[in-house]
């Protein structure tokens, strides 16, 4: 483990869990990269100190949001609390979304600046939401973007609520605009009620790198934004990416994020020089992450090691204005990933708990989804085993709040067993949280 950071900055580390050792012949190499950022950081750079963050807050104002009407009330009153949650000097904008986006606050394609004035005129402006129109997600996004865009802030964010299908956008329009958007801003997503589907606000968080979830009683939603805007407030340091070299005949096989929840990474690759590829991670607050690296190396005879992969934290380099040079990228913290040929069985067969630990997590999250998918098609066989491996593999791993969502959907008969039973009848909130959160995972257990 390394750590570059300077005294001034977020302290950042890299820790590497693995088993390295191989059998002759054995080329796939697993490691559990942790990442983690501590100490209330003031600045990486120049752009990332406090105070420089802009958001902007999506709210669906589709005619479905009036029933019941406790929908709209209770998106006003969550947007209102959001924005008092807003530190002072937070660059921010608000904005109604139907088949059309349009500016609520402060209007005119700009940003205010949080203060007590700012935030006043902003719930007042509120009270003038109504609900009337359909649903377009995408245009409300590249709204969302053309005002983020305009701010120099380090941390760039959304919140998007919504409580409907985006019936109103062709969906290669939405993902056309998502792959747009990923990388200038990051945004949380939430369904309000049951209405809404699953695998549209959880792809719009992942593409985005924020975070989805469900609040199906609209009396919750202040709570959660709350929550949410108190998140956005913590972070520090923005644009943060996992580079990973690789030597000559080694290449990755795949990247995932699996704690604090399992986000498939691999595809979202971009070069950083010879052999070597940045993931990107997102925004940084105090906090800790895993990573799950998979390398394939060339098969070696016993007795020979080698680097496998060097995994490093960085601020990727800033193009300099004219007459300033260009800034490398900022190293904030390294690990390496070994493999090492043995012929000693034990050592070879081995499997490093975190690995073990989260290639469970990551299986439990797939049963869950497939047997809920399973369940929407009428295979009872189909989705009472994988729901019935979920059930085993979430009371293996202690992953207690996922355990309490599947024995809403299944009756449990032996946990350790995997042995369950569908129930005749499930609420649909009880079903859109369990697909909503069932790549939320556990850490692994300390021994």
């Given at each position: 483990?390394?750590?570059?950071?300077?005294?001034?900055?977020p302290?950042?580390?890299?820790?590497?869990?693995?088993?390295?050792?191989?059998?002759?012949?054995?080329?796939?190499?697993?490691?559990?990269?942790?990442?983690?950022?501590t100490?209330?950081?003031?600045?990486?750079?120049?752009?990332?100190?406090?105070?420089?963050?802009?958001?902007?807050?999506?709210?669906?104002?589709?005619?479905s949001?009036d029933?019941?009407p406790?929908?709209?009330?209770?998106?006003?009153?969550?947007?209102?609390?959001?924005?008092?949650?807003?530190?002072?000097?937070?660059?921010?904008?608000?904005?109604a979304?139907?088949?059309?986006?349009?500016?609520?606050?402060p209007?005119?394609?700009?940003?205010?600046?949080?203060?007590?004035?700012?935030?006043?005129?902003?719930?007042?402006?509120?009270?003038?939401?109504?609900?009337?129109?359909?649903?377009?997600?995408?245009?409300?996004?590249?709204?969302?973007?053309?005002?983020?865009?305009?701010?120099?802030?380090?941390?760039?964010?959304?919140?998007?609520?919504?409580?409907?299908?985006?019936?109103?956008?062709?969906?290669?329009?939405l993902?056309?605009?998502?792959?747009?958007?990923?990388g200038?801003?990051?945004?949380?997503?939430?369904?309000?009620?049951?209405?809404w589907?699953?695998?549209e606000?959880?792809?719009?968080?992942?593409?985005?790198?924020?975070?989805?979830?469900?609040?199906?009683?609209?009396?919750?939603?202040?709570?959660?934004?709350?929550?949410m805007?108190?998140?956005?407030?913590?972070?520090?340091?923005?644009?943060?990416?996992?580079?990973?070299?690789?030597?000559?005949?080694?290449?990755?096989?795949?990247?995932?994020?699996?704690?604090?929840a399992?986000?498939?990474?691999?595809?979202?690759?971009?070069?950083?020089?010879?052999?070597?590829?940045?993931?990107?991670?997102?925004?940084?607050?105090?906090?800790?992450?895993?990573?799950?690296?998979?390398?394939?190396?060339?098969?070696?005879?016993?007795?020979?090691?080698?680097?496998?992969?060097?995994?490093?934290?960085?601020?990727?380099?800033?193009?300099?204005?004219?007459?300033?040079?260009d800034?490398?990228?900022?190293?904030?913290?390294?690990?390496?990933?070994?493999?090492?040929?043995?012929?000693?069985l034990?050592?070879?067969?081995?499997?490093?708990?975190?690995?073990?630990?989260?290639?469970?997590?990551?299986?439990?999250?797939?049963?869950?989804?497939?047997?809920?998918?399973a369940?929407?098609?009428?295979d009872?066989?189909?989705?009472?085993?994988?729901?019935g491996?979920?059930?085993?593999?979430?009371?293996?791993?202690?992953?207690?709040?996922?355990?309490?969502?599947?024995?809403?959907?299944?009756?449990?008969?032996?946990?350790?067993a995997?042995?369950?039973?569908?129930?005749?009848?499930?609420?649909?909130?009880?079903?859109?949280?369990?697909?909503?959160?069932?790549?939320?995972?556990v850490?692994?257990?300390k021994?």
């Open positions: 483990m390394a750590n570059f950071a300077k005294p001034s900055a302290r950042f580390s890299v820790e590497v869990y693995q088993n390295e050792f191989l059998p002759q012949g054995g080329r796939d190499v697993h490691a559990i990269v942790t990442v983690t950022s100490g209330g950081a003031t600045a990486t750079r120049a752009t990332a100190a406090r105070g420089t963050a802009a958001v902007v807050i999506m709210v669906d104002c589709s005619g949001m029933y019941p406790e929908k709209m009330r209770g998106a006003r009153e969550a947007t209102a609390a959001a924005v008092d949650t807003l530190r002072d000097g937070t660059s921010f904008a608000v904005i979304g139907t088949h059309v986006a349009k500016e609520v606050y209007g005119q394609g700009r940003l205010a600046v949080a203060d007590p004035v700012t935030r006043a005129q902003a719930k007042e402006a509120l009270r003038g939401l109504s609900s009337g129109g359909g649903t377009a997600i995408g245009t409300w996004l590249r709204l969302a973007d053309g005002l983020l865009r305009q701010s120099p802030a380090a941390i760039r964010h959304g919140v998007l609520l919504t409580d409907g299908r985006n019936e109103h956008e062709d969906p290669a329009v993902r056309a605009t998502l792959d747009a958007c990923a200038r801003f990051t945004c949380d997503a939430r369904g309000v009620g049951t209405d589907e699953v695998k606000v959880t792809g719009i968080a992942g593409a985005l790198l924020g975070s989805a979830d469900i609040v199906a009683d609209p009396a919750h939603l202040a709570e959660d934004f709350t929550r805007m108190e998140n956005v407030m913590g972070k520090e340091v923005a644009d943060v990416a996992l580079r990973l070299w690789t030597p000559v005949g080694a290449e990755i096989q795949y990247v995932k994020q699996v704690a604090p399992v986000q498939d990474l691999t595809g979202r690759r971009t070069g950083a020089g010879p052999r070597a590829g940045d993931y990107p991670t997102g925004s940084w607050g105090d906090e800790s992450r895993d990573y799950h690296v998979c390398v394939r190396v060339p098969s070696a005879s016993v007795g020979q090691e080698m680097l496998a992969a060097r995994a490093t934290l960085v601020l990727p380099g800033t193009q300099g204005t004219q007459g300033t040079p800034q490398g990228p900022l190293v904030l913290a390294q690990g390496l990933v070994r493999a090492v040929w043995t012929d000693d034990a050592a070879s067969t081995a499997i490093n708990p975190q690995v073990a630990h989260y290639t469970g997590q990551a299986e439990l999250a797939q049963a869950i989804q497939q047997g809920l998918e369940r929407k098609l009428g009872v066989g189909g989705a009472t085993a994988k729901l491996r979920a059930v085993q593999l979430a009371s293996a791993s202690g992953n207690a709040d996922t355990a309490k969502l599947l024995a809403k959907v299944v009756d449990v008969v032996d946990a350790a995997g042995t369950v039973r569908l129930k005749a009848k499930v609420a649909d909130a009880d079903e859109m949280t369990l697909e909503t959160r069932s790549t939320q995972t850490r692994v257990k021994t």
